[in-house]
């Protein structure tokens, strides 16, 4: 069974594309018709894909790997702020910064200077400073604050990445694409489908189609982090078993060992 019905890609706006003149032709095969001049997808493909797209996100959740969201154009980075956040999975919606995947090195020393400087407020090295300094480290801890956003816990390379609106977030699929890490995306009739390893044909425009496409992919992630929860649970309840198995075995063995050791009784 579908994820996501067709009436609810309708519902939300899914099927509307751009006009006919910004269309990228390597989107033909997800566009149904064109109507006044603006293209419209193909819905049933797009369930196609979203089932495809969120069974490949299961997967990556369960096995215990971090996906980054990117999204920082204005109508969808408070939703997925909002709805990415309860995960715990890493996302970026303020600006994407060149080199953020294929120079992570230098991203990597900029989170340890955030956390130098958090240290810096517990122990209380700023109140030795003074109240220029003090500033001057504050605004350079908001600016990287900002910049860095939830991916100050990333301590590597996310296993996939998944995009809102692959044009104008060009960069990260270039980086992306340049270290073989597998892509999620809203492909809009503007976008090229052709770049990202798992398109998910929609509208990247309208606030509730973004949080339609955002919630089947939180919703994925969820199962996947339970299933890899409960694999867990059996893991433990399996070596648990064995264990107490061992014990009675071990205890056994024991018992056969004294009455092999007892001294045989004197006949009369």
């Not at 579908?2 to 997800?30: C, S």
């Not at 790997?65 to 408070?78: E, G, N, Y």
């Not at 296993?159 to 104008?168: E, G, Q, W, Y």
């Not at 089947?216 to 433990?236: C, F, P, T």
């Amino acid at each position: 069974m579908a994820r996501t019905e067709f009436k609810q890609l309708l519902d939300a706006g899914v099927h509307f594309g751009h006009l006919k003149r910004k269309w990228n032709p390597n989107m033909a095969p997800y566009i149904f018709a064109e109507k006044k001049g603006i293209h419209v997808i193909d819905l049933n493909k797009t369930v196609v894909k979203l089932d495809e797209a969120a069974n490949a996100m299961k997967n990556i959740a369960r096995s215990g790997k971090k996906i980054l969201f990117v999204a920082t154009k204005k109508q969808a980075k408070d939703i997925v702020a909002e709805k990415v956040k309860a995960t715990g999975m890493p996302y970026v919606t303020e600006r994407w910064s060149g080199g953020m995947l294929t120079n992570f090195g230098t991203i990597r020393r900029a989170i340890k200077k955030m956390a130098a400087i958090d240290r810096m407020k517990v122990d209380g090295t700023l109140g030795h400073m003074s109240k220029r300094e003090r500033l001057q480290v504050s605004r350079q801890r908001e600016k990287m604050e900002k910049n860095l956003g939830s991916i100050a816990d990333l301590t590597r390379l996310p296993s996939a990445l998944f995009i809102v609106d692959v044009v104008k977030e060009h960069i990260a699929v270039a980086e992306a694409r340049k270290l073989s890490i597998p892509t999620f995306a809203m492909v809009d009739t503007n976008s090229d489908p052709n770049l990202i390893d798992y398109p998910i044909p929609a509208n990247d425009d309208a606030t509730k189609s973004i949080e339609l496409i955002v919630d089947v992919m939180i919703q994925a992630i969820n199962e996947g982090l339970e299933e890899r929860k409960s694999d867990k649970e059996r893991g433990e309840a399996v070596e648990e078993e064995a264990g107490e198995e061992g014990e009675e075995g071990a205890e056994a063995t024991e018992e056969v060992a004294a009455e092999t050791e007892k001294p045989a009784e004197p006949q009369a």
